[in-house]
C-alpha cells in the first residue's frame, strides 16, 4: 500500500484545512530537490510548474539553503522603520538591471506588490479607474483582485469603484483578423481604449498588465503591443503598472519580459521568481513618481516591509542567475523545450498550439484544430496521467479556451530533466488519446 494513502493524513486535511480552489493532488509530498519533488513514497515528481511559478532555481538551491541559514541567525525581521543592509543592496542591484526604475520598495507577495502599485498609482494621477485584461490575474486581495477577471469574481460583492477590462491580445483565437487571419491586435487595441473611454468617468488612473497572460492562457503580448499600450495610457495621463510576478528575473530569456520590447513601464511589480519560492516582492518605479507620491504622502507600512531575510534571499537569486548564465540558460533551454513541445503538435491532432518565451510555455488542448474547440476534459485527463507517470504540470481552464498546460520548469533544469518531461507528457497524451477512441 502507497504511503500516500495515509487515511489519517487525509482525514485531517479533510477536516481541517479550507478547500480555497481547486483539488489537492493524490500525493503527501515530503521533500523536494532540485527539478524534483518527491512523495511519501520517495517517489520522484518532475516539477515543471517550479512549484507555484516560483521555484526559479530549483527546490532546497545550496545557496539559498544557507542564505537562509546564515540571515535567520543574524537578522530575519525588524521594525519597518529600520534598515539593514540586505535591503539596501537588493534595491540597489533591482535598479542597475532596470535602468530608469530606480526606487524600490520590497514586500512579501504579488497581491501586495500590486497593491502597492495601484495605490501609488492613484494617488500620484489623483484618479481611481484601474484598466486590465479580461484573463488577468493580479492577486486576491482588494484592488488586485479588483483587477483580477480570469477568475474569482462571482459573489464576493462590489468589486473596487474604477474596475475596467478590455479583451486580451489572442493570436490563436483573434478577435480583429487581417486578410491572412492573422491578429490585427492594433484595431482590437484602437477598439478596445474606445470601449475604455465610453466607460470612463474622466479619472483613468492606470493600466496593468502581465507581458504574457498566466492564469490567462499563457498569452504573450505580441511584439510592438506593449509601445501601443503606453501610448494609449500617455494620452489619457494613465501609468502603465507591469505585473511580472511569473516573468520577471530571466524566465522569458531576457532579464525582464518587457526588455524584449524596449519599452519601460512606469511600474514594475516582482514577486515569485525573485524569492525563488520564499515570500518576497518589488515595486520599482521612476524617481519623478516616487517623489510626486512622497509628497503626496504615500502610505504602505506593513509588517514585512524591507524584512532582512527575504532581501538576503533576493540577493542570492540574483547572484545565481548571474553567476550560472540563467537568463541565457532560459532562453537556450526554452528552445528545446519548444521544440520538443511543437513536435507533439505535429504528433497528436489534440494539441492546438505551443506558444511562450523561454522557459515560460504554454500548451493548448483542442477537441479540433479547425474550429478550435477546448477540450477541457482530455486536458484534465493528461494531467492526471502525467502526474502518476512523474510529471506535474498546471492546466489552466477557463470559458472560451482549451486546457492550457502552464510550463515553467526551473531555470536550472538539465536538458535530459526537459527531455524526461517531454517523454512523460508524450505518453501520458498517447495514452488518453488511445483510451478516448477506445470508448468510442
Request: hydrophobic content about 40%.
Amino acid at each position: 500500500m502507497s504511503n500516500n494513502t495515509d487515511r489519517a493524513f487525509w482525514a485531517a486535511a479533510e477536516k481541517h484545512l479550507v478547500r480555497y480552489g481547486g483539488a489537492f493532488d493524490p500525493a503527501i509530498i515530503e521533500r523536494a530537490e532540485g527539478s524534483f519533488v518527491y512523495d511519501a513514497d520517495d517517489k520522484p515528481i518532475l516539477d515543471f510548474t517550479s512549484g507555484q511559478m516560483s521555484a526559479l532555481l530549483g527546490h532546497s538551491h545550496p545557496r539559498i539553503v544557507s542564505t537562509v541559514q546564515r540571515q535567520v541567525g543574524t537578522v530575519a525581521h525588524l521594525f519597518s522603520g529600520m534598515l539593514s543592509r540586505p535591503v539596501v543592496d537588493l534595491a540597489a542591484r533591482l535598479a542597475a538591471l532596470a535602468p530608469g526604475l530606480d526606487k524600490v520598495l520590497l514586500l512579501s507577495t504579488g497581491a501586495e506588490s500590486n497593491e502597492a502599485a495601484l495605490r501609488m498609482a492613484k494617488l500620484v494621477t489623483g484618479k481611481h479607474e484601474v484598466v486590465a485584461f479580461s484573463k488577468s490575474w493580479h492577486g486576491m486581495t482588494g484592488a488586485a483582485a479588483s483587477a483580477t477577471y480570469s477568475a474569482g469574481r462571482k459573489g464576493y460583492g462590489p468589486t473596487m469603484p474604477g474596475s475596467i477590462t478590455i479583451p486580451a491580445p489572442n493570436t490563436y483565437r483573434p478577435r480583429f483578423r487581417h486578410a491572412d487571419g492573422s491578429l490585427d491586435w492594433r484595431t482590437e487595441l484602437d477598439d478596445s481604449f474606445a470601449l475604455v473611454d465610453a466607460q470612463s468617468t474622466g479619472s483613468l488612473a492606470a493600466f496593468i498588465a502581465e507581458p504574457i497572460l498566466s492564469s490567462g492562457g499563457m498569452l504573450d503580448l505580441p511584439p510592438g503591443f506593449l509601445a501601443a499600450l503606453k501610448h494609449k495610457c500617455r494620452e489619457r495621463g494613465m501609468l502603465l503598472i507591469l505585473d511580472e510576478a511569473q516573468t520577471g528575473v530571466g524566465r522569458t530569456g531576457d532579464m525582464f519580459a518587457f526588455q524584449r520590447d524596449g519599452v519601460t513601464p512606469d511600474i514594475l511589480t516582482l514577486s515569485k521568481t525573485i524569492g525563488a519560492g520564499l515570500p518576497l516582492s518589488a515595486v520599482m518605479t521612476t524617481p519623478e513618481i516616487e517623489q510626486a507620491a512622497h509628497e503626496r504622502g504615500y502610505l504602505f507600512y506593513t509588517t514585512h516591509v524591507s524584512d532582512p531575510l527575504p532581501a538576503a534571499v533576493g540577493l542570492a537569486v540574483l547572484d545565481v542567475v548571474a553567476e550560472e548564465g540563467l537568463v541565457e540558460r532560459a532562453r537556450h533551454l526554452g528552445g528545446r523545450l519548444f521544440e520538443g513541445l511543437s513536435s507533439l503538435a505535429q504528433r497528436y491532432e489534440c494539441v492546438g498550439d505551443v506558444r511562450g518565451r523561454g522557459l515560460f510555455l504554454g500548451l493548448e488542448i483542442v477537441q479540433d484544430r479547425a474550429t478550435r474547440e477546448p477540450d477541457h476534459e482530455l486536458g484534465a485527463a493528461i494531467a492526471r496521467e502525467a502526474f502518476q507517470r512523474g510529471l506535474n504540470m498546471n492546466i489552466v481552464k477557463l470559458p472560451g479556451m482549451g486546457g492550457v498546460f502552464r510550463i515553467a520548469p526551473p531555470l536550472t533544469i538539465s536538458e535530459d530533466e526537459i527531455d524526461l518531461g517531454l517523454s512523460i507528457l508524450s505518453e501520458a497524451i498517447g495514452n488518453e488519446v488511445s483510451a478516448r477512441r477506445k470508448a468510442r
